[in-house]
């Protein structure tokens, strides 16, 4: 690892883009010890971005950690995606190596090839459930199917793209009836990519991710069944937007992005 000066400094970075102000900005801290949770929390909430990333350089490997401006989270993809930029981009880590990230749930083994990070992530449960009565009333929409995932996500697909660009969740009501992780989804007509996504995560405090890689840990096992492919392009429908590729190795999900550096700057 190369002797860089990173104490103190904190990177934004567009995460799932290659043009700044689009895809998922995330904020990266690399630490050399790592800071108390109190410290990262209110560091989060500073930020008051999606998810803030703590790395910790150890024994070859990088302890990674994810506040929201609300609470600890055990597992995000973009942030992940984002800090592996930074360590590639600093070279903290050559272009030919993999990073190892251990998280609070998971190891995270991320590669670079050409512009793209490709990361690793293990695939969640998916269970189908009844669909909440309240759905259309609250969301926008009678969902076709409903399903729950692993870390509290819900599921629930749309008949049409058009549901999804046009649903307004209130926010205010999603936790009342299970709804604060939600994910909705359905089946791409415009043949640019499989399918399109919103995530809106209120009882993390964050009303709508611009692009969520960890959503398609349970995404792409789900569409992989409906349409008979292991390979597919997902494009998120947020303001910002943003396009992941995923790919489905046995018990695992492979998740593609780019990523851009917007600043760096130095805490007083």
């Not at 000066?5 to 904020?27: C, L, M, R, S």
């Not at 880590?93 to 998971?106: D, G, L, Q």
């Not at 995560?201 to 611009?210: I, K, R, Y």
């Amino acid at each position: 690892m190369r002797n860089i000066d990173f104490k103190n400094k904190i990177y934004q970075v567009d995460a799932f883009t290659d043009e700044i102000f689009k895809g998922n900005p995330a904020a990266v801290m690399i630490v050399d010890s790592m800071p108390t949770d109190i410290f990262m929390q209110n560091m989060a909430m500073e930020m008051n971005l999606s998810e803030t990333a703590f790395v910790l350089p150890q024994n070859g490997k990088f302890k990674i950690r994810y506040f929201t401006p609300k609470a600890e989270i055990p597992v995000a993809g973009h942030p992940t995606l984002a800090s592996a930029h930074i360590l590639y981009e600093l070279g903290l880590v050559s272009a030919s190596e993999a990073i190892i990230f251990e998280a609070n749930v998971a190891t995270l083994k991320v590669k670079k090839k050409n512009d793209f990070i490709r990361m690793n992530f293990p695939q969640f449960n998916i269970d189908k459930i009844e669909v909440v009565a309240e759905f259309k009333s609250i969301v926008g929409f009678d969902p076709l199917n409903m399903y729950q995932s692993d870390y509290n996500w819900k599921i629930a697909i749309a008949e049409s793209v058009e549901e999804i660009v046009q649903a307004k969740p209130q926010f205010s009501k999603m936790g009342q009836y299970g709804l604060g992780h939600l994910i909705i989804t359905a089946k791409s007509n415009t043949g640019n990519e499989d399918f399109v996504v919103r995530c809106f995560a209120p009882d993390l405090g964050v009303d709508e991710d611009p692009v969520t890689g960890s959503a398609h840990c349970a995404l792409a096992p789900l569409w992989a069944k409906k349409m008979k492919k292991m390979e597919m392009k997902s494009k998120q429908l947020s303001p910002r937007t943003g396009e992941l590729l995923v790919k489905l190795i046995r018990d695992r999900v492979e998740i593609k992005g780019k990523a851009v550096t917007v600043f760096e700057a130095k805490l007083k």
